[in-house]
């Protein structure tokens, strides 16, 4: 199940890390936000190398659907409510910016990457009172934004939230032009990480500051961030024959979709769940794929599915990102995380705060993402929940393993993985972690394969 980004661009090869080294800046991670980190410290004239896994963009920026813009669901009201205009206002302009610096950099670098400049929409079927809402909170704020009752979607709405100039565009076109700069190591996983040193298999980095951004940080203690976040799963089909609306859509509504053009084709995505749930035998497990093609069907009738994909996102109990220093333990470990289904826009917003935390340059609008921020009502309702599915997950453990071939409990913490049929994959539900039938590890927080049964006499 490759995505349409995949399809059609293959980047670079690079070589894995050669020795050991010392460097001023380490980046942990060579997807977006790893690659940008990396690109903005360079610019600032701080050498750094980023290493990488696997290969460049194969984590989670492969599979976006690629919206840059700083309409991010219904946020900024939530913002306000929790932690005020001032806050709410330092959200609006580092993502308001982000947009601006993908456009910058494409036209001086000369990146072709399909940069299309487009308003973004939300959308409700049942009501239109927070649509209303987050587009009066977002103009005071200073964004273009504006409510009304129609739109290109070929089926009724109760309303839309319009946010003007925001941005599309192909991610691995951007992220194979913009990494040429950047000294990158593949094939080099990270093992171990300590005050100023990172191990892998090919040798030791050891670095004045070390940046995490390969999504969800593989390090328990410090940060605690297993029980800061969960992730969630989102499933898209590519469609031929839907026709293309010039703006991008996002469905407030609990059955709401994710609708964008991509050349002739339109992304049409939904189905989230947490990872992990929902899933094996249960009710509506094995059927995000279906839902996604009867709405397709009966929104877009005639139109054909060429593509398919899924993607995660990790989701932070206050819904907004982490971005800034790892722990107060830690002065020198830096954080990206938490993007929460918007890693386009936050992967730059996040790239520009930590090179200039990094560089010892002063960066007000940083303080709604940092990691240390205080712990609201919604948080803790969040970590409630977030609780009692990691509980459930570890009681599991010690149930037999349903598996012949290997013991289904993720070597992270423990917790019993669920079997998922849309992904193929076995699915932790405490931290999000994924295995396929073989056991073999295909996203973290875990770091190894899975245990494999013993032969049977």
């Not at 000369?110 to 103009?139: H, M, N, W």
Request: aromatic letters at 8%.
């Amino acid at each position: 199940m490759q995505s349409i980004w995949t399809e059609e661009v293959k980047l670079r090869k690079r070589e894995p890390l050669p020795g050991d080294m010392e460097i001023p800046v380490v980046v942990i991670g060579a997807g977006l936000a790893g690659i940008l980190t990396a690109y903005y410290l360079n610019q600032a004239g701080i050498r750094s190398v980023v290493l990488e896994a696997d290969r460049i963009g194969s984590g989670q920026t492969k599979n976006t659907t690629a919206k840059i813009t700083s309409q991010h669901n219904l946020v900024y009201a939530r913002i306000i409510k929790m932690f005020g205009s001032r806050m709410a206002e330092h959200y609006a302009n580092v993502n308001e910016t982000a947009i601006g610096e993908y456009e910058r950099l494409i036209s001086e670098k000369g990146i072709d990457c399909d940069f299309v400049r487009c308003p973004a929409y939300l959308y409700s079927r049942t009501g239109s009172e927070l649509l209303k809402q987050e587009a009066e909170v977002a103009a005071s704020l200073g964004i273009r934004a504006s409510f009304g009752t129609e739109c290109e979607l070929p089926f009724w709405v109760a309303g839309v939230t319009k946010f003007e100039n925001q941005a599309r565009f192909h991610p691995l076109k951007f992220l194979a032009g913009i990494a040429e700069e950047i000294e990158v190591y593949e094939q080099t996983k990270v093992l171990k990480a300590g005050d100023r040193r990172v191990e892998t298999a090919l040798g030791t980095v050891t670095a004045e500051h070390i940046v995490f951004a390969a999504h969800f940080p593989f390090i328990n203690v410090p940060g605690y961030y297993f029980a800061r976040m969960y992730q969630e799963r989102s499933y898209v089909t590519a469609l031929e024959g839907a026709g293309r609306p010039e703006g991008m859509y996002l469905g407030i509504d609990p059955d709401g979709l994710s609708i964008r053009p991509c050349r002739d084709l339109l992304l049409l995505g939904g189905g989230s769940h947490r990872t992990g749930l929902n899933q094996g035998n249960k009710p509506g497990a094995g059927c995000r794929y279906e839902f996604l093609r009867r709405k397709a069907q009966e929104i877009y009738p005639g139109s054909r599915e060429v593509l398919k994909w899924s993607a995660q996102d990790c989701m932070t109990l206050d819904g907004l990102p982490y971005i800034g220093r790892f722990s107060a333990r830690k002065p020198n470990w830096y954080v990206a995380t938490g993007f929460g289904k918007w890693g386009m826009t936050t992967a730059m917003a996040s790239a520009r705060i930590l090179t200039a935390m990094i560089s010892g340059r002063e960066c007000q609008e940083a303080d709604i993402f940092l990691p240390q921020r205080h712990f609201t009502a919604q948080a803790a309702k969040g970590l409630a929940v977030h609780g009692a599915h990691t509980v459930k997950g570890l009681a599991k453990h010690i149930l037999p393993s349903g598996n012949k071939k290997i013991v289904q409990n993720c070597p992270h913490m423990g917790c019993r993985l669920e079997w998922n049929p849309d992904g193929e994959s076995y699915d932790c539900p405490c931290h999000g972690s994924r295995f396929d039938s073989e056991g073999h590890l295909i996203d973290g927080p875990a770091q190894t394969d899975c245990k494999r049964r013993e032969r049977q006499p």
